[in-house]
């Protein structure tokens, strides 16, 4: 649930920076518009109003929104004070305000003058500031209920990573669960026992504790000059399975000595932090996706609704309840999800499974039998066109899946999980079709699945998303590979 709640905080961000943009505009033509043209207001846009002028401001829009993104605009802003956010984006605003200068003299737009640029300027600075008001006022009050919170791993137990928990603590609203401590046993660690947070695991055994527990953040604060090879080898752990990392420790040293690239520089309290983020997805593009999701999945639930109740009933008449199967599923980060499916095996198929692991043909932790007894007559027919997926678009209404992402696995084929590359799958959203639906499905290996995937996470685009909706409609139609 908290991925798409920062989905939804992206999305009223970047709206109302382009409504803040659009509305001081026009204010600050207003206040122009005479002494250049000649003309009041209201006549102002009806001669203005052209194809071509159009085009031109949709391009300084597309500008203005770029500008904001690189100054990192829509980063996550948890631990960022607010007059700290409130800097940031006076200064993007005051880029974007010489880029408008720039933009006026190339495409020589004389209404630009040094007055619609100081108004501007001072309009966008206050309204844009005000809107991360509104953000901070609307997400606060969620968030002391429990919504949108971020696990928070503290690896390092020196006083300044038990401060650090304790002012974290300190401020709920900033969303952060800290879930426990990682160290080494060490002469110095005597004040951490007395601090009342939890030693979850050492060097040795974080790797495994990573696996099996929902973290969305790992902080490392670790004398870098003692413990650097462990400190990286931790680093590597996370982006490996798309966790977001941050640095608590001098920032000098770690920003001449690691290639950060990826990496954003904030402070909280007396702190520096380096924070790493890792994935392909992110910036507008996650924004269209969701939308694109969310309004994709209600149409698509409203064109096949006739078909729901067609298979609805086929099921009924042919083994009865239940219609729908739903088990627990792998979801982002390792959060457990409710994935719908219509039933195409027997009442008591996963009570039977155990009895059949033995005429397991897939390899690795999956499980698949072409010729499965457990499944239907109906349900034959369901699993090879996908059609027993279709419930999934209520999970993407949802927000716990996309219509486009790596395929959820149940949570024993996770168990199975022997690679740490494999598990960076889990960065990001599950879908219901992938590289996978349309390069072979069941007939391909358990490794070339997992190349599948992470091959879509590092060349993700909304381009590729639409090319595999496509490319899935013959596999549904000639069900190759799937059994």
Request: a positive charge; proline letters at 4%.
């Amino acid at each position: 649930m908290g991925k798409f709640q920062n989905n939804l905080v992206y999305f009223f961000k970047v709206a109302a920076d382009q409504m803040v943009m659009i509305f001081c505009f026009v204010l600050a033509a207003s206040f122009v518009v005479s002494e250049v043209d000649g003309v009041p207001l209201s006549q102002f846009f009806y001669i203005r109003l052209r194809l071509i002028n159009f085009i031109i401001f949709l391009l300084f829009m597309i500008i203005w929104h770029i500008n904001l993104s690189l100054h990192g605009a829509y980063y996550s802003k948890r631990i960022v004070p607010w007059k700290s956010e409130a800097s940031e984006i006076i200064y993007s605003v005051s880029i974007g305000t010489m880029l408008l200068l720039v933009y006026s003299v190339i495409f020589k737009v004389s209404l630009i003058t040094p007055t619609f640029l100081l108004v501007f300027w001072l309009s966008t600075g206050i309204l844009t500031s005000a809107s991360r008001m509104i953000v901070r006022f609307i997400i606060t009050p969620l968030r002391l209920r429990g919504i949108n919170i971020n696990n928070i791993l503290i690896v390092g137990t020196n006083s300044r990573a038990v401060q650090f928990a304790k002012d974290i603590e300190s401020q709920p609203e900033l969303g952060y669960r800290i879930v426990g401590f990682v160290d080494n046993e060490w002469a110095g660690g005597v004040d951490f026992k007395n601090s009342g947070y939890k030693l979850v695991a050492g060097f040795h055994n974080f790797p495994a504790f990573l696996r099996t527990h929902v973290i969305d953040e790992v902080v490392i604060d670790l004398p870098l000059n003692t413990f650097y090879h462990e400190a990286m080898d931790i680093v590597d752990f996370c982006v490996k399975q798309g966790v977001v990392v941050r640095f608590i420790s001098d920032s000098f040293y770690l920003l001449t000595n690691m290639n950060l690239a990826r990496s954003v520089v904030e402070e909280f309290q007396e702190n520096v932090l380096i924070t790493i983020y890792t994935g392909a997805m992110g910036g507008w593009p996650i924004m269209v996706k969701r939308v694109f999701d969310f309004v994709g999945s209600l149409l698509l639930i409203g064109i096949f609704s006739p078909l729901f109740l067609i298979i609805s009933l086929l099921i009924l008449a042919t083994s009865g309840r239940p219609v729908l199967f739903v088990q627990e599923r792998m979801g982002i980060n390792k959060r457990i999800f409710h994935l719908f499916k219509f039933r195409t095996m027997v009442a008591d198929a996963e009570q039977r499974q155990a009895e059949l692991e033995k005429f397991n043909e897939a390899d690795g932790p999956v499980f698949k039998i072409k010729k499965d007894p457990r499944v239907t007559l109906i349900g034959h027919f369901l699993r090879k066109t996908s059609l027993d997926e279709l419930p999934q678009l209520f999970n993407v209404l949802r927000g716990e899946m996309s219509l486009v992402g790596p395929r959820p696995l149940p949570v024993r084929d996770y168990k199975g999980f022997n690679q740490d590359w494999h598990r960076r799958r889990f960065s990001v959203k599950p879908g219901i079709t992938c590289m996978w639906q349309i390069q072979g499905r069941s007939s391909l290996s358990f490794e070339q699945w997992m190349k599948l995937d992470i091959y879509y996470i590092d060349h993700w685009s909304l381009w590729l998303d639409l090319k595999i909706l496509v490319l899935t409609i013959p596999e549904m139609l000639w069900g190759d590979g799937a059994y």
